[in-house]
Structure formats: C-alpha cells, structure tokens
T-cell receptor, first 113, second 113 residues
Framework: DGGITQSPKYLFRKEGQNVTLSCEQN?????MYWYRQDPGQGLRLIYY???????QKGDIAEGYSVSREKKESFPLTVTSAQKNPTAFYLC????????????FGDGTRLSIL | GIQVEQSPPDLILQEGANSTLRCNFS?????LQWFHQNPWGQLINLFY???GTKQNGRLSATTVATERYSLLYISSSQTTDSGVYFC???????????????FGKGTKLSVIP
C-alpha cells in the first residue's frame, strides 16, 4: 500500500545528543514536510522540501536540520541546539502543485532522558 | 501570515448527538483540509475542501471561501469520533512557502456513552 512511514515511533534523546527521525514515502510525491506538535497545540512547520536537493525553513527551524537526497526520503535531525525537543513530530507529503492535499505519517514521539 | 481560528475549543457530546465545528481564516486559500487526530496521535484526512460541500458518511463539510470560513458537521456522533479535529489552510498565492499548511489549535471532542 502507498503511504508515509515514520520511524521510530518513540525516541529518547540524551542531553547534548543529535537524533535523526526517518520519513519515507512511496506515493511519488515531490513535496515533503516536517511538523512539530506540542501538547494541546496545533502543528507548526519546521522544514519543507518541494524537490530533491532543495529545502526551505518553516516557522520553527532553529535547532533542526534536514536533507533531501532522494525523492522518497526526508530525514529530520534534532540537534543539541534544540533546547526543548520533547514533542510529537509528524511528516507529510503532497504533489508539488496548488490544490493538492497533504498526507501524514503516524508520527514520532521524542522525549528527553 | 494567515491566521486560523477554530471554535469551540472543547466540545462534549452525548452519543447520538449532532455537532458543528467552525474554522475561520484570515486570507484567501487554495487548500483547506480537515483532520481528525485520534488518541494515538494519528492524523487522519477527513476532507480536502478549499470550497464547496462534501459528504462522507456521517461527516460533511462546507467551505465558503468568499466569507473565509469552513464548517465540519458530525451527525449521530459515536464514541469513536472522540479526539481533536484540526482545520489547516494554505494561502492562495504562488511562491516559496505557498504549500505549507497553517493549522488551527483544534477542537477537542469528547463523545460520552
């Protein structure tokens, strides 16, 4: 079945450690996105990529980095510079056109040890 | 940037009751989606509805783009309808960032037996 796979479902980070969240899609979508959700809040955009080897900062990019070497993959690294990384992270993808819905993965919950 | 307001923030219903959730947005949009986030955090696409009316079973949605609002109707509510309902929009102009969704803070629905 086509879809978006995020892994792992749960992740724990030690102080000063970088961690990488995986997002893979087999929908042949050009655009991919990373969102962060804090408890009781809506989603906020971290980074997005419209094509391979190109990506743009969203509203809350500080302390995060991404890469887009393949169309199917858009990993997110939470660096040690992100002082409050505990959150629920959701990846999405869409066709790179106007009037196209975004489809979401099941998310990764990141916590600090 | 575009602003999205959802109301009410919380809603408690008796099983079998009907409800209407509202989403107001501050600018013209080329994408509007309604999502249901279940207790496990999964974000489920309900409707892609930048304008017009759609129905899917007990759920229906209407967007009046010229008046900048959308409504989600839930009829004969069931306990499985519980969760948070999000409205998300992207602005109706081209350029970098035009595909990013801006989310409202959601309506938390609790359906009690």
């Amino acid at each position: 079945d086509g879809g978006i796979t995020q892994s792992p479902k749960y992740l724990f980070r030690k102080e000063g450690q970088n961690v990488t969240l995986s997002c893979e899609q087999n929908l042949n979508h050009d655009a991919m996105y990373w969102y962060r959700q804090d408890p009781g809040q809506g989603l906020r955009l971290i980074y997005y990529s419209q094509i391979v080897n190109d990506f743009q900062k969203g509203d809350i990019a500080e302390g995060y980095s991404v890469s887009r070497e393949k169309k199917e993959s858009f990993p997110l690294t939470v660096t040690s510079a992100q002082k409050n990384p505990t959150a629920f992270y959701l990846c999405a993808s869409s066709l790179r056109q106007d009037n196209q819905p975004q489809h979401f993965g099941d998310g990764t919950r990141l916590s600090i040890l | 940037g575009i602003q999205v307001e959802q109301s009410p923030p919380d809603l408690i219903l008796q099983e079998g009751a009907n409800s209407t959730l509202r989403c107001n947005f501050s600018d013209s949009v080329n994408n509007l989606q309604w999502f249901h986030q279940n207790p496990w955090g999964q974000l489920i696409n309900l409707f892609y509805i930048p304008s017009g009316t759609k129905q899917n079973g007990r759920l229906s949605a209407t967007t009046v783009a010229t008046e900048r609002y959308s409504l989600l109707y839930i009829s004969s509510s069931q306990t499985t309808d519980s969760g948070v309902y999000f409205c998300a929009v992207s602005a109706g102009y081209s350029g970098a960032g035009s595909y990013q969704l801006t989310f409202g803070k959601g309506t938390k629905l609790s359906v009690i037996p």
